[in-house]
C-alpha cells in the first residue's frame, strides 16, 4: 500500500481514519460529506412524503385520509424548504468547492462550519420528532391565526426545528461572505471570481439578512401558541397579515437562496462543456448582486388575495416585474455563450441546459403570477405549485445534480459513469415535465393547492402528473446507486478531467488535507476557454493543464 | 509569554485578527435584523394602538430601565479602556478593566431581576397573573408580551457576552492576548457594545412610550 501512495500527496480523505477525525474534523470538505450525508437524508424523507402525495392525487377520492394528507403536504414542503433546497448547494458543493476555487485552505472560520452541521442535525432531530409524533397540518407557511389557535399538530417542535435550522444557515452563510472577503489567494480580484463564487456569496448576504427575520417570526408564532397570548390573534388585538408579512419577508428571498447558488453553479457548468468563455461576465455579477437585493422588496406578492391595498399590491407587483430583468440578463447571457462554442452534451451540460430551459418556464410564469388580476385567478391554485417548483426543482436541484457530477471526481478522486449518468440527466428533464406541466393546467383550470380531493373531470391531468413523479423518482435514486459504485470501482480521475479553468482543478483528485502544497497566485480570469481547439488558460496561468 | 501561530488558512496574525472582526461585525448585522423584526412589530402595534401602549407603558418600572442604561453605557467605557490597556500590554489594567465590565453586567442582570418581580406584582405578566386596565384594552396586553419577549432576549444576548468576558479573562491569564494579537479581546468589545445598542433601542419603546 505504502508504495502505491508514495509520492502522492495524502489526500483529505486518507489522511486520517478514525471516526472523530470526522465527527471533529475542521476540514470544509469533510464538513461538506457530512452535508451531503444529512441532506440526501432529508431529500428521500421529503421524497417519500412527495411520493405519497402523487399517489393520493393520481384518483380523484384519494388513498390518504384528509389529515394524513394535510401533514404529508405540511412535511414534504417543510423538509424539502429548509432541509433540502436551502443547505443543499451552499453546505455541499460550496462548502468543499468556495475555498479551493479562491485558492484559500480551508474556510474562515473552521470551528463555526463543523457547529453548523451540528446545529442542522440538531434541528433534524427536533424535526423528526414532530413528524413522530404526528406531525403537523399548517402547510410549510405555519399561516396564523390557523397555526396559532387551531391546528391541532406540534407546531411549536416545528417552528422550533426552524427557528433552529436558521442558525444553521446563518453560520454557513457568515463563513463565506468572511472567507471571500478575506481569504482570496493574491490576484484573486473580485472581477477574477468565478460566477459560482459570486452565486455564493450573493446568496450567503441573503441567507444573512432574512433568516433572522424568520426566526424572530417563528419565534413569535412559538411564543403565541405556548404562553397563550395573542401577537397575531385578531380578537386580542393581533393581526394575522403582520405574520404573513414578516414569513415573507424571508421566503420569498428564501427562494433565491436556493436560486442564486444554482446560477452560480450552472454558470461554471456551461463555460467548461461549450469552452467558451462566458457572455457579459461583468453582467453576470451584477444580475446576481441586484437579483439579492430587489428580492427583499417583493414579499408582497405573496398576498395579493390576502386583503392588502391595492397600491400596495401595484408596487409589489411592479417590484416582481424587476426581478424578471437581471434574471433574463442571465438566460440572455447563458444562451449567447452557446453561441459559436464547441459543445460537447455531457451529463453535466445535460442538467445546465435542463435548468436553463426550466428556469426560464419558471420565470415566465412567475410574472404571470405576479400580475395581479390574473394572480387573482392563479393564487393557491396548482399554477402557482408548478411556478414554484419549476424554479426549485427544474433549477435548484437539476443545478444541484448537474454541479455533483462536475466536481464528482474532485469529490472522490472517481469518475462517474457517463452513460448512466446522461441517462439520469434526461429522466430528470422527462420526468420533472411530465410531473409538474399539467399541474400548469390544472391550476389554470381552477384545482386549488392543499385540497386533498378534486373532481373527477381533472383525473387525466393527475394521472400523467403522477406518471411524471415516477420518472422523476427513478431519475433521483439512479444516481444513488452509479455514484455509489463509482465510489468504489470508478475510474480513477486526473486532477482536472474536464480541462477546466478553475483553481479547484490546480490540485490533486481528491484534494490534500490542506488544498494546495502552495498557495496559487493567479494571473488570469475564469474562463479563459478557446473554443477553436479546446483549449484554455487555468487561472493560474497554467496553460491547457 | 507564548508565541502565536495563525490557523493554517491565514498568512498572517493580523489578518487573522481583521477576518474575526469582520466576522463580528456580519454577525452583528444578522443580530439587527433579528432584534429589528421585533421591535418592527412593536411599531406596527404600537402605530395601531397609540393610547393603549401609552397606558400600558404607564406601568414600566422607569428607575430600574434608567439605572440599567447608565450600567450598560459604562460598562462599554470600561470594556474600551479594557481594550486599551491590552494594546499597550498593561496586563494588570486589562484584567481589572475586564472584570469591571463584568461587575456592570452582572448589576445589570440583577436590576432586571428585581424589575421582573416587580412586574409580577404589578400583574404585568402575560400567561401568568396580567390583568387588562380597562384604558389599555384590547392591545395592552400586546405590550407586554413584547416586553416579555425583548427583555428576556436581550438579557440572554448580555449572559453570552459575559460568558466570552470570563473567557477573555481566562485567555488574560493564559497570557495570549498580547500587544501584538489581542483581536478576540475587540471581537468580545463589538459584540458587547451591539448589546448595549440594542438596550438603548428597548428603552424608549418600553419606559418613555407611556410619559410623553
Ligand atoms: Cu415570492
Redesign the pocket.
Known sequence: MATITAGLPTSYVTSENTISSWLLTKDHKRIALLFFASITFFFFIGGIAATLIRMHLATPEGLLQPDIYNRMFTMHGIVMVWFFLIPSIPTTLGNFIIPLAIGAHDLAFPRINLASWYVFNLSGLVLLYALIMGGIDTGWTFYTPYSTLFANGYVIAATLAVFINGFSSIMTGLNFVVTIHRLRAPGMTWMRLPLFVWGIYSVSLVMLLATPVLAMTVLLVAMERFMGVGIFDPARGGDPLLFQHMF?FY??PA?YIMILPAMGVVSELITCYVRRPIFGYTGMTYALMSIAIISFF??G??MFTAGISIYSAVVFSLM?FFVAVPSAIKVFNWTASLHKGSITFDAPMLYALGFVLLFTIGGLTGLIVATVALDVHLQDTYFVIAHFHYIMVGGTVSAFFGGLHYWWPKITGRLYPEMWARMAALLTFVGFNLTFFPQFILGYLGMPRRYYAYPPEWQAWNVLSSAGASILAVAYILPLGYLGWSLLRGERAAPNPWRATGLEWQTSSPPPKHNFERTPVVTAGPYLYDPEDGGFIAQNGAVNA | MRSLQPEIQYATLSQQGETAQLGMWVFIATETLFFGALIFTYFIYRDAYPKEFAEAGKDAVLWCGSVNVGLLLTSSLTMVLAIDAAADGRRRHLKNWLLATAGLGIAFVCVKGVEWCLDLAHHDVPSINFIMKPAEAPAGELFWVFYFIATPLHALHLLIGLGLILYMLWRVRRGDLTPAYYAPLEVVGLYWSFVDTVWIFLYPCIYLVGRS
Open positions: 415573507w421566503s420569498h427562494v417583493v414579499w406578492h405573496h416582481t
